[in-house]
């Protein structure tokens, strides 16, 4: 691993960790544990394992660590740890760091499950949760105080794709010592600098742009190796929410292809945007990345393309939408994102159901909105499907 390689040269390279037969693509090392040569060297090894030293698959493993630390590489973090999901990462790294009397400070435009996290499994252990519009520092700054421990946001925000700005907000919650957690799925690793930006800690959901193809759950805890090594290690190791080796092994696989396919789906999300402006049947196009957004300069400066994913509102609401969905081709009607497929979503009756019409409101989730997570088909192809599914609609 050489410091000066890009991106798109430490997602194939990096970590990698050769048994004896030299293999070029990585071993799956499929065992729950590990033979000791003698009782004195177990015996050392649980008084301090060694960097190619393993005890136990919930422990660590080395097609795991080759994940955790192309992960960590990736990121600009130090160290990593791979958890089973991206909610065992999110659970994980919060449950590991607070505890009862601890302040949070958290974006209210939350991926479901995280806000189940935050709102009622915190609160249940007595640590103290304020939300904010992520967008507005004036609300970040207001709600900041001396026993505040962590602030979380995620951006770009789900699925109103509204941007975060991870240095402004990082300023203010250092000023108060807060560790500053990002859950940065939208922005995937390839287009992330949240490290360099200011935020302490990096989670991802691995399931989506990282495996990119349907197959896994995965996630990944990214910050100091002292905050890894002495508060994530701990708890998630004893905890159960560790990543297995097979999983590990298809994640590699799919970071080898990460950055081709995430500039692909970007690609296709700006020429989708580009030919849907002023389209007679949307009342909205939203993409960071195209000049009509409100905080397309941010978006540009943070993360310097506009993701994987576009929303659009129609104006013939419900019945439109769904009419929209029924009609596609190419795009698939599903929840997940970031996938090599394009994936339609409509949130007001799949992803975000479970939230009060005034909730649903607040966060701009209109019911002729459609969340298009746009997968590596041909271009043309692409828009074709969508423009002949919105005369439909
Ligand atoms: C999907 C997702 C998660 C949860 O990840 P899983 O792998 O499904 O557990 C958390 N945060 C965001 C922003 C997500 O998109």
């Given at each position: 691993?050489?410091?000066?390689?890009?991106?798109?040269?430490r997602?194939v390279?990096?970590?990698?960790?050769?048994?004896q037969?030299g293999?070029v693509?990585?071993?799956?090392?499929?065992?729950?544990?590990?033979v000791y040569?003698?009782a004195?060297?177990?015996?050392?090894?649980?008084?301090?394992?060694?960097?190619?030293?393993?005890?136990?698959?919930?422990?660590?493993?080395?097609?795991v660590?080759?994940?955790?630390?192309?992960?960590?590489?990736?990121?600009?973090?130090?160290?990593?740890?791979?958890?089973?999901?991206g909610?065992?990462?999110?659970?994980?790294?919060?449950?590991?760091?607070?505890?009862?009397?601890?302040?949070?400070?958290?974006a209210?435009?939350l991926?479901?499950?995280?806000?189940?996290v935050?709102?009622?499994?915190?609160?249940?252990f007595?640590?103290?949760?304020?939300?904010?519009?992520?967008t507005?520092?004036d609300?970040?700054?207001a709600?900041?105080?001396?026993?505040?421990?962590?602030?979380?946001?995620?951006?770009?925000s789900?699925?109103?794709?509204?941007?975060?700005d991870?240095?402004?907000?990082?300023?203010?919650?250092?000023?108060?010592g807060?560790?500053?957690?990002?859950?940065?799925?939208?922005?995937?690793?390839?287009?992330?600098?949240?490290?360099?930006?200011?935020a302490d800690?990096?989670?991802?959901?691995?399931?989506?742009?990282?495996?990119?193809?349907?197959?896994?759950?995965?996630?990944?805890?990214?910050?100091t190796?002292?905050?890894?090594?002495?508060t994530?290690?701990p708890?998630?190791?004893?905890?159960?929410?560790?990543m297995?080796?097979?999983?590990?092994w298809v994640?590699?696989?799919?970071?080898?292809?990460?950055s081709?396919r995430?500039?692909a789906?970007?690609?296709?999300?700006?020429?989708?945007?580009?030919?849907?402006?002023?389209?007679?049947?949307?009342?909205?196009v939203i993409?960071?990345g195209?000049?009509s957004?409100?905080?397309?300069?941010l978006?540009?400066?943070q993360?310097?393309?506009?993701?994987t994913?576009?929303?659009?509102?129609?104006?013939?609401?419900?019945p439109?939408?769904?009419a929209?969905?029924?009609g596609?081709?190419?795009?698939?009607?599903?929840?997940?994102?970031?996938?090599?497929?394009?994936?339609?979503?409509?949130?007001?009756t799949?992803?975000?159901q479970?939230?009060?019409?005034?909730?649903r409101?607040?966060?701009?989730i209109?019911d002729?909105?459609?969340?298009?997570?746009c997968?590596?088909?041909?271009?043309d192809?692409l828009?074709?499907?969508?423009?002949q599914?919105?005369?439909?609609?």
């Open positions: 691993m050489s410091d000066d390689w890009n991106k798109a040269t997602a390279h990096g970590g990698a960790r050769r048994s037969y293999e693509s990585e071993a799956i090392f499929l065992t729950q544990g590990f040569d003698s004195e060297a177990a015996e050392a090894r649980f008084i301090q394992a060694g960097d190619d030293e393993f005890i136990y698959a919930r422990y660590g493993n080395p097609t660590r080759i994940f955790e630390e192309r992960m960590a590489l990736l990121e600009g973090a130090e160290d990593g740890f791979a958890t089973a999901s909610m065992a990462a999110v659970n994980g790294v919060l449950s590991a760091m607070l505890k009862a009397g601890d302040h949070v400070v958290s209210r435009a991926f479901g499950s995280c806000l189940y935050l709102e009622d499994v915190l609160s249940r007595g640590v103290e949760v304020t939300f904010v519009d992520g507005d520092l609300q970040w700054q709600a900041l105080r001396p026993d505040t421990r962590a602030v979380f946001f995620e951006t770009v789900n699925p109103t794709l509204e941007v975060i991870i240095a402004a907000v990082s300023e203010l919650a250092h000023t108060v807060a560790v500053v957690v990002v859950d940065n799925v939208f922005s995937t690793p390839v287009f992330s600098d949240a490290i360099a930006q200011g800690v990096v989670v991802y959901s691995a399931t989506k742009h990282i495996d990119g193809q349907g197959r896994t759950l995965g996630g990944v805890i990214l910050g190796r002292e905050f890894i090594r002495k994530v290690e708890y998630m190791k004893h905890t159960g929410g560790s297995s080796p097979f999983t590990a994640m590699l696989k799919g970071l080898e292809t990460l081709l995430v500039n789906q970007a690609d296709n999300a700006t020429a989708l945007t580009e030919t849907l402006q002023g389209h007679p049947a949307l009342a909205r993409y960071p195209h000049a957004h409100g905080q397309f300069d978006c540009q400066r993360m310097g393309r506009g993701g994913v576009l929303s659009i509102d129609l104006s013939g609401g419900k439109a939408a769904f929209f969905l029924n596609l081709k190419i795009g698939k009607i599903s929840n997940n994102l970031g996938d090599a497929k394009t994936i339609v979503t409509h949130p007001a799949t992803t975000h479970r939230l009060s019409e005034d909730q409101a607040d966060l701009g209109t002729g909105l459609v969340r298009i997570s997968g590596i088909e041909d271009t192809d828009v074709g499907d969508v423009m599914a919105l005369e439909g609609a």
